[in-house]
């Protein structure tokens, strides 16, 4: 079974620092998509970015961006220049490419806070 | 796009008593998501639907649990009886899927209900 794995329950950074979230998980599957979420205070799940494995390239999405390492499993999120509005839980989440199980699997989450 | 609607926001019961959470997906998109989110086990899979159909169930905790799909714009999960370990905020989801391509890129996650069993 797939597995995703957050080792930081809680980060802190400066507003304006950058600040990197690391995620682990585990698969046997070689095609397969995984994400970053973001939860504000509103509980309300919003996709960061989004990673395909049989892309090398790194996502980058503005001040966002990962590093991917699929030997090693690893799927790292990056912030530059973090703001206020970036305090909240991220989510890391793996999916399965194609067949019929099309569930996003989550890690406990990292409960980012940015210091004025 | 209203994006997924879910109703009701909030909601207080007593144990014992019957739950009805709702969803309405995004209009066109034809797989349907239901998540639970706690503190203990995060965000966990209940069920999930492609074309109305129940796919995965093996999420669902208990029989006190059942979820319905009965056309593609509405989906109900009930908690019959409900106990206070059932609170929990339960998300919905909807994602576009094809039998050629799969599932879309993106699951679009409605605002969650925030269900309190005392």
């Known amino acids: 079974a797939q597995t995703v794995t957050q080792s930081q329950p809680e980060m802190s950074v400066q507003e304006a620092e950058t600040v990197t979230l690391s995620c682990t998980y585990d698969?046997?599957?070689?095609?397969?998509?995984l994400f970053w979420y973001k939860q504000p205070p509103s509980r309300q799940m919003i996709l960061v970015i989004r990673?395909?494995?049989?892309?090398?390239q790194n996502a980058t999405e503005n001040r966002f961006s990962v590093n991917f390492q699929k030997a090693a499993k690893s799927f790292s999120l990056k912030i530059s220049d973090s703001q206020l509005g970036d305090a909240a839980m991220y989510f890391c989440a793996y999916r399965r490419r194609g067949g019929s199980q099309g569930n996003l699997i989550f890690g406990k989450g990292t409960k980012l806070s940015v210091k004025p | 796009d209203a994006g997924v609607i879910q109703s009701p926001r909030h909601e207080v019961t007593e144990m014992g008593q019957e739950v009805t959470l709702r969803c309405k997906p995004i209009s066109g998109h034809n797989s349907l998501f239901w998540y639970r989110q706690t503190m203990m086990r995060g965000l966990e899979l209940l069920i999930y639907f492609n074309n109305n159909v129940p796919i995965d169930d093996s999420g669902m905790p208990e029989d006190r649990f059942s979820a319905k799909m009965p056309n593609a714009s509405f989906s109900t999960l009930k908690i019959q009886p409900s106990e206070p370990r059932d609170s929990a905020v339960y998300f919905c989801a909807s994602s576009p899927y094809s039998p050629g391509r799969g599932f879309g890129y993106e699951q679009y996650f409605g605002p969650g209900t925030r269900l309190t069993v005392t």
């Open positions: 698969t046997s599957e070689s095609d397969y998509y």
């Open positions: 990673q395909e494995a049989y892309k090398q």
